[in-house]
């Protein structure tokens, strides 16, 4: 509020960076498949574009930890949110939640994004002492 904008909740399902993005641009949040679609054709295409004149690349900001390369990496957020599987067990009525981590959206998909919708996006946070985070 300190800064004019207004907060919005979106669905926490996993896709929660996309439905913001969706929400933002469409009104609708159920879009988020379309925009994470978007955002991965961006970054299979141009993980080896150059983003300044040092000739520094997308891919150069791979987490290496998670992945050993950009197509593992592009692979992985193509995987919508999360999910909560009811798994059917021997006994009528009787279920064994299953729960389905998959990729959440992370700076890269946000740097995507900004390219795809020619938009700035900013992040305000509460959590970094900077507070606000601007991708364009």
Request: charged share 20%; with cysteine; aromatic share 12%.
């Amino acid at each position: 509020k300190k800064l004019g904008f207004v907060e919005v909740t979106v669905t926490g399902d996993g896709n929660c960076q996309f439905r913001a993005i969706a929400g933002s641009l469409y009104g609708d949040e159920l879009r988020h498949v379309e925009v994470r679609k978007n955002v991965c054709d961006w970054l299979q295409v141009n993980g080896d574009s150059p983003i300044d004149k040092d000739g520094t690349r997308v891919s150069d900001f791979l987490d290496v930890a998670n992945f050993s390369d950009w197509n593992e990496y592009v692979n992985s957020m193509k995987r919508p949110g999360c999910a909560i599987l009811n798994i059917p067990q021997t006994t009528p009525g009787s279920y064994t939640k299953l729960l389905l981590f998959t990729a959440w959206g992370d700076q890269l998909s946000l740097f995507a994004a900004a390219n795809v919708y020619d938009a700035n996006i900013m992040v305000i946070s509460s959590v970094n002492a900077a507070g606000k985070f601007l991708y364009s």
